[in-house]
């Protein structure tokens, strides 16, 4: 039976040039799990497209900490933390000969081991989320080993939050532009290129504000204090994993304190939202955009608040509409109907973290239908416009790309975290597989519709399975036993064929 499986692996020869221009070649095993979608099957066609995009990605630079490594598809010449947090999320269902989690070495190296690169980390103040990332990849391979040398040996977990919390402003990593987070009583001071979200309106200092430059130095950034909850929440979460209760229960603590303020200051209760805050009179900043979604992901808000905010990335006027999650809202004076770059297009990490925020809290079926609408979004551009590609980020309205900061198209062949739609969304909330579990070897299936749909070469926890419906029937290949829940439905699945009825 392992052979069987074993043989659906697919070999892939990638040729690529380093950064002297000179050529090289992985022959590795990719093993991308395949999907099944007959109701659509036109969303396997833009999967496999954007698994074959993100593997011309690979790449490699002699000098750096971790070579080969995922390049963001941005800049050959640099490297960034958010893009390369947000493409390991679908890394993490790769096969590990892909330099995936590794590539995370070339920030730790040079941030807290003050090694020397040849690229450039564009921005090491960039949001901090490599505890989440981490997280994520244990959750999918239940590396206990890889995470006890995190935690007690390099510590780099720990080093970053404090690290974001007491780097001084100006400080150059890396060839790096200078940082400017500053940590204050209430919050953080930051600005747009930081935050990711390059010219962001946040803070309405002035229609043209561009990436690197501070919209507001008055402004204390929702985003920016959520992540770093959001981090101390899965410190606490892989201590817990290691059986480590004193730890766990320390950074829960400083987790707790980050929440206690994030709902104190940034929550406005008549508008249902968070908000930017001004720090020198706490009052909120008034702009709706996805980054007020943080704290849902990282699990700070009561259900009546994601119900509040819920209906925000509902209502066709703010967040929602025929193509949902646009970085600001769409009756606001700064949204740009062709995108504007941050100005209300469509930009696969923000609608990501949204759509995972909100499927925490229980709202799956919303998920499952905003992952369409998106998904449908960039499979309708990737077949009407040329080059028909994936893109940085979508135009709000129509089947194209947005526009950037000088009205041009975006960047195409961008996987690159765009990938998140095509891969990430379509296993997660079309098809279903809403948690994959490698250390309690547990899969939970929300299965929709009558027709045939599945995947294959599924790994987790050192499990490779096949899981297939049609017609009723459920059919199973794997190489170890495992859980399946589907639909409230559960299945103890042997190792080698089983099949089960719905």
């Not at 007959?38 to 990605?57: C, G």
């Not at 043209?208 to 410190?235: C, E, K, V």
């Amino acid at each position: 039976m392992r052979h069987t499986l074993i043989a659906l692996m697919t070999f892939v020869l990638i040729s690529c040039h380093n950064k002297e221009g000179e050529q090289y070649a992985l022959q590795e095993v990719y093993a991308n799990p395949q999907i099944i979608y007959d109701e659509h099957p036109d969303f396997v066609t833009l999967y496999n497209k954007a698994w074959d995009l993100a593997k011309e990605h690979v790449d490699s630079c002699k000098g750096l900490v971790q070579t080969p490594y995922i390049d963001e598809a941005f800049d050959p010449k640099v490297i960034w933390i958010w893009d390369t947090a947000f493409m390991l999320h679908f890394f993490k269902y790769s096969s590990s000969n892909y330099p995936s989690l590794a590539s995370l070495n070339n920030f730790y190296g040079p941030i807290h081991d003050h090694k020397e690169i040849p690229l450039k980390i564009e921005i090491p103040d960039n949001p901090p989320l490599f505890a989440w990332v981490e997280h994520a990849f244990f959750k999918q391979n239940g590396d206990t080993t890889h995470i006890k040398e995190l935690l007690y040996e390099t510590q780099y977990l720990q080093k970053h939050f404090e690290w974001f919390d007491t780097v001084p402003r100006g400080t150059v990593i890396a060839n790096s532009a200078p940082t400017c987070i500053e940590k204050t009583p209430h919050g953080y001071r930051w600005e747009g290129g930081r935050s990711g979200m390059d010219n962001t309106p946040r803070g309405r200092k002035g229609k043209h504000a561009i990436a690197h430059r501070p919209n507001n130095p008055d402004m204390l950034w929702i985003d920016a204090i959520a992540q770093q909850g959001l981090s101390a929440l899965y410190i606490s979460r892989l201590f817990d994993e290691v059986n480590d209760p004193k730890q766990a229960q320390i950074w829960n603590d400083k987790y707790e304190a980050i929440k206690k303020t994030i709902n104190t200051y940034y929550w406005d209760e008549k508008d249902g939202t968070y908000y930017d805050i001004n720090r020198k009179d706490l009052s909120h900043i008034k702009l709706l955009t996805p980054a007020s979604y943080w704290p849902i992901l990282a699990e700070m808000a009561s259900p009546e608040q994601v119900q509040k905010m819920v209906n925000h990335v509902k209502d066709d006027k703010l967040l929602g509409g025929k193509i949902p999650w646009t970085t600001v809202a769409r009756n606001d004076n700064d949204f740009d109907p062709e995108g504007g770059y941050w100005r209300g297009s469509v930009w696969l990490p923000t609608a990501f973290m949204g759509i995972k925020a909100i499927e925490k809290y229980g709202y799956r079926d919303l998920a499952h239908q905003q992952a369409i609408q998106i998904v449908s979004h960039m499979l309708r551009t990737y077949q009407e416009y040329s080059p028909h590609t994936i893109w940085e980020c979508y135009n709000p309205n129509e089947p194209k790309p947005a526009t950037d900061v000088h009205g041009h198209d975006v960047r195409p062949d961008f996987c690159g975290w765009s990938a998140l739609g095509p891969i990430s969304l379509m296993i997660e909330n079309i098809l279903g597989f809403y948690d994959v579990d490698g250390i309690t070897k547990t899969v939970k299936w929300d299965l929709k519709g009558s027709s045939k749909q599945g995947i294959q070469s599924l790994r987790f926890g050192g499990i490779i399975t096949n899981i297939i419906y049609q017609n009723g029937k459920i059919n199973i290949e794997s190489s170890n036993p495992y859980t399946l829940i589907v639909n409230g439905h559960t299945f103890e699945i042997p190792e080698g064929h089983s099949k089960w009825s719905l």
